[in-house]
C-alpha cells in the first residue's frame, strides 16, 4: 500500500529581510551572499510566531488540495530542529490547534534532513496498513537559533513551513522508496548545542550563546554535496532508473553551489533541478516541502511524473525519496 502525496502546502512569514539589510548588522556584502550561496533575501518570523503557528497554515493548505478536513487526519509528524518548547512536541500544537482529534502527533529532529526523515517514517506506517493517511510538516524557525552577530551563519537561514499530505494509494505510484542515513561522529561540524543535558539552562550558558547555531560551512560543504549524490544515486539505483527518466529533483536548499555541484556529478541538468534559494534562504527542515509545494503549482512536474526528493543536514544526516506524483 504505497503513500500517494494528495496535498501539498506551504507558509512563508511575510517579513522579508535582504541582504542589503543584514549589511547593516554584520560586516558582509550582499555580493559575497549571492556569490558564496545564491541568497538574495528570506522570511523571518514574528517574534510571537512559533514552528507550530508557521505549521499550521501549510497543513491546512495540504488538507485542502487534498479534498480533506483535520478530523480525517491518523498521523502528524513534523520534522523540526526549531521545535515550539522542548516538549510537549510541535506535532502535538499542530494537532490542537488543526482539531486533528483522532491523528497520533510526534516530531522528528533531523535538522534539515527532517522533512525526509519524517516523511520516510509516515510512508512506513500507510505501507505497513497501521494508518490510511499522514500530514508531513517540516517547520522551522531558525531566526530564534541564530547568532545575529556571526556573518558566517546569520546571512544563511530563513524560517518556513511545509507541508505534504500522504494517504494509502495503488501500487505503482506515491512514494516509492526513501533512503536516510546518519553519521553521529561528525555532530560537532553543525550544531546548536545549548539548553539539552550537556548545555543545561544555566546563566553561563546564555552568556556564551550555547543556545545559538553553530557550524563550520567549509567542511560541512564538502560531506554534503558527496552524501546528496549518494543518496540520490541510491533511490535512483533501488527503483532501476536513469537520471534521464526524473522529471524533477527537489534538492534541500542549503546553498546554491552545493545543488550546482550535486546535479554536475549525477551528469544531470541543472534545469531539472528546482531552486527557490533566493528568496528563503536555508528553511532547513521546511525547504524541501515549500519547494515541492511551488513547484507542482508551477507545474514544474504532475501527475504521473518521477520526482526526486534528496537533503543533507546537522548530525549528519542525509536522504533521498522517490516519488511517482
Ligand atoms: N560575509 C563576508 N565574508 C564572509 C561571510 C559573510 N557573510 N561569511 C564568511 N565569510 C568569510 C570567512 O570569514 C572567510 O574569510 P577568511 O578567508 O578571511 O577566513 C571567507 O569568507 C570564506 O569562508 P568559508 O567558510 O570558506 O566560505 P564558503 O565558501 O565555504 O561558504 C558557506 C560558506 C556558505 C557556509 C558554505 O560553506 C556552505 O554552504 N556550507 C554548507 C552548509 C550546509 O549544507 N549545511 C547543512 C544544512 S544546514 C542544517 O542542517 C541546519
Not at 5 to 29: C, F, H, M, Q, W
Request: glycine share 10%; proline share 3%; net charge negative.
Amino acid at each position: 500500500m504505497p503513500s500517494l502525496i494528495s496535498g501539498t502546502g506551504r507558509y512563508l512569514p511575510e517579513k522579508v529581510v535582504t541582504n542589503a539589510d543584514l549589511e547593516k548588522v554584520v560586516e558582509t556584502s550582499s555580493q559575497w551572499i549571492v556569490e558564496r550561496t545564491g541568497i538574495l533575501e528570506r522570511r523571518i518570523a514574528d517574534e510571537n510566531q512559533s514552528a507550530s503557528d508557521l505549521a499550521v497554515p501549510a497543513a491546512l493548505a495540504a488538507l485542502e488540495k487534498a479534498g480533506a478536513i483535520p478530523e480525517d487526519v491518523e498521523l502528524i509528524i513534523v520534522g523540526t530542529s526549531t521545535p515550539d518548547m522542548l516538549f510537549p512536541s510541535t506535532a502535538c500544537f499542530v494537532q490542537s490547534k488543526i482539531g486533528a482529534v483522532k491523528a497520533v502527533a510526534f516530531d522528528q529532529l533531523a535538522a534539515c534532513s527532517g522533512f525526509i526523515f519524517a516523511l520516510a517514517t509516515a510512508d512506513r506506517f500507510i505501507s505497513s496498513g497501521v494508518y490510511k493517511n499522514a500530514l508531513v510538516i517540516g517547520a522551522e524557525v531558525y531566526s530564534s537559533i541564530i547568532d545575529w552577530t556571526d556573518r558566517t551563519t546569520c546571512v544563511l537561514f530563513g524560517d518556513g513551513a511545509g507541508a505534504v499530505f500522504l494517504t494509502a494509494g495503488e501500487s505503482g505510484s506515491g512514494v516509492l522508496s526513501t533512503h536516510i542515513y546518519s553519521d553521529g561522529s561528525k555532530s560537532d561540524y553543525l550544531s546548536a548545542p545549548g539548553g539539552g543535558s550537556v548545555h543545561r539552562f544555566t546563566a553561563d550558558m546564555i552568556e556564551q550563546k550555547k543556545y545559538k547555531l553553530v557550524m563550520h560551512g567549509n567542511r560541512t560543504f564538502k560531506v554534503a554535496i558527496k552524501m546528496m549524490k549518494e543518496a540520490a544515486e541510491a533511490a535512483m539505483n533501488h527503483n532501476g532508473v536513469t537520471p534521464s527518466d526524473i522529471k524533477l529533483v527537489v534538492p534541500h536548499q542549503a546553498n546554491k553551489r552545493i545543488i550546482d555541484m550535486v546535479a554536475k556529478q549525477l551528469g544531470m541538468d541543472r534545469s531539472v533541478f528546482y531552486m527557490n534559494i533566493g528568496h528563503y534562504g536555508n528553511t532547513a527542515a521546511a525547504s524541501i516541502p515549500i519547494a515541492l509545494d511551488e513547484a507542482i503549482e508551477q507545474g514544474r512536474a504532475g501527475k504521473g511524473d518521477l520526482v526526486l526528493l534528496v537533503a543533507f543536514g546537522g548530525g549528519f544526516t542525509w536522504g533521498s525519496a522517490l516519488i511517482r506524483l
